[in-house]
C-alpha cells in the first residue's frame, strides 16, 4: 500500500512539473512579458522629460534579449529632431536601467494639444 501511495506521488510531482513547463514555454513562445516588469518599463518612460504620454508598450523575449516596442506622445510643435532626441533618451535609459538593448520607438504628436496650421508651418 505505501509503495502505491509514493508511486502515486511521484506521478503526480512529474506531472505537475510537466504542466508548468508547459505553461512557461508556452506563455513565452506566444511573446508573454511579465506585466510587472512591463509596469517598470513604462513608469520609466513616463518619467523621461518631453514624454507628455504612452500611447502603447510592447516587449517579447528573444533568446536571451528583451525586444521592446512604444509608443510616445510628445509635443507637436517640436521639431523631428527634437522628438528624435527624446526618443534617444528613451533608449538610453531602457539601456542604462534595464539592460534592455533593442528598443523600438515611434514618436507621435500628442492629440490632446491641437495645431492650428498657418502659412509659416507649411
Known sequence: MAGRCCSFCRRLIICKTAWDI???STYRLTDG??????RDLRST????PGVEAIN???ARVHGNHV???VVIAVDPTLSIIEGHEISDKVEERMHN???IMHVHVHVEPNDDKKVQITSDHK
Open 22 to 24: 508547459f505553461r512557461d
Open 45 to 48: 518612460i513616463a518619467r523621461i
Open 97 to 99: 536601467l534595464h539592460n
Open 56 to 58: 502603447d508598450v510592447k
Open 33 to 38: 512579458f511579465d506585466q510587472d516588469e512591463l
Open 67 to 69: 525586444l521592446v516596442d
